[in-house]
Each structure stands twice: as structure tokens, then as C-alpha cells.
């Protein structure tokens, strides 16, 4: 399978059968990253996303350059220029080691792991393999070109026969990564909370415990420990 076959593959469940979950897993996984201290205190530091206000843009923006690398084959000038983009905001803090290759190899399998996730939870059917080995090989290729390294990876050296292959690897590496590093921090909170005010912005505030106590349920038990109380509504 091809880059470009990849694409294709993702781009119809993208639009065509999954275009409600795939969108709003995209964002869970963004928001997933909220609950690794590193990640959170650096976003906070930042003040990329200590707000509604700077939440709202930095979410957009990512979403932008997402759907950039999404619909758009990976040869376009468009997704050239998305990836461009974010090896440009992501290198000063790599040279200066405050975000780690780990940290970004997450950060990629969650965009991965997440959408077959959430579709195989909730939709009316789940991946075929030849879908789920599109993602791999759609992600693997992103990460590739972002220069995130996959040394970590027990067939780094050797290769892997498929997407599939190098999904099965990242999913166990990402899983261990969470049992070692989702714990709770101040900053994980603060983001979260943000983050919610803009996904809850159009929400009448009379459902907003509602909600809040749906998103709790969503998270699981070891994310909503890392986010905190403000997020785990009594």
C-alpha cells in the first residue's frame, strides 16, 4: 500500500461514512495529550492553550493543519506546506529538548489509535484491516516526514512488513507510555478546562453538568485521574 493509497482510503471514511466520530476523535486524541505532565506544562508555559480565548485558536489552527494532511494527497503542495508549518512550531522547542521525541511519538499514535477506537466503540461497524493497515501506513509516513524518530520501536531496525505491523508497535509502546507518564499535574487540569469551555461554548449553561459528566465517563479511569476533579464532576 502506498502513501497515497492510504490517503484515499482515510480521506473516504473521512468524509463519506465516519465524517461525525473520525472529526470528533481527532479531537478527543488532542485532548488526550492533556493528561502527560510534560506535554500540559509546556502548553501552559507557552500559554498556547492556558485559555478559552488562546484554546479556542490553537485548536483551530491544529485542526487546520490536521485536515491539511488528511485531504489533501502527501505529495500536494498543501500538505507539504501543513507539514512545513508544524516542523516549524514544534523545532525551537525540540532543539531546546522541551518537547521530547517521545512525547511526539504519542502525540502521533493517539492520531492514529484514536479513530479506529472510537469507531469501533460506537459506529455501525468497525475497520476492515486493510483500513486500519491505512492509518499505519498513512501515520507512519506523517511522522516520517515530521523527522520523529521510531528507535524505540522493537523493528526500528529491521523495518515493518506493513502498517498494520507498525501500528501493532506503536500501540504497545503508547500503552506503556501512558501506564509510566499519565499522572496527575495542575497543568493537565488548567488545559483540560480550557479545552472544554471551547468545546462546550455553544452549550446552554444549565447542561453543562451534563456534559461534563459525559466527557468524564468518555476519558476513562486513568486519564480522568491525570485531568483531576475539575473534570471528574461529583
Known sequence: MTVDDAQAILKDLTELEFPKLMGFS???????????????????????????????????????????????????????????????????YQRSGKITDAD???????FALEPSRWIQRYEWRDLTDLEVC???????????????????LPSSKSGWEDGLHWLEEVEAWSTRYEEENMVYADTNSQLANAH?????????????YVGRRVISVILGERLRRAMGSLIDVP
Do not use: C
Open 26 to 92: 481527532v479531537i478527543f486524541a488532542l485532548f488526550k495529550t492533556y493528561g502527560i505532565p510534560s506535554v500540559s506544562s509546556l502548553l501552559v508555559a507557552t500559554g498556547q492553550l492556558a485559555n478559552r480565548e488562546t484554546a479556542s485558536k490553537r485548536t483551530a489552527d491544529t485542526g487546520v493543519l490536521l485536515l491539511e494532511f488528511a485531504l489533501n494527497k502527501p505529495s500536494s503542495d498543501r500538505t507539504i506546506q501543513a507539514i512545513a508549518r508544524m516542523n516549524y512550531l514544534h523545532s525551537r
Open 104 to 110: 511526539m511519538l504519542y502525540t502521533l499514535s493517539l
Open 134 to 152: 491505512a492509518s499505519g501506513t498513512f501515520w507512519k509516513a506523517m511522522g516520517d516526514a515530521m523527522l520523529i524518530p521510531y528507535d524505540v
Open 196 to 208: 472544554l469551555e471551547v468545546i462546550f461554548l455553544s452549550l446552554p449553561p444549565r447542561l453543562m
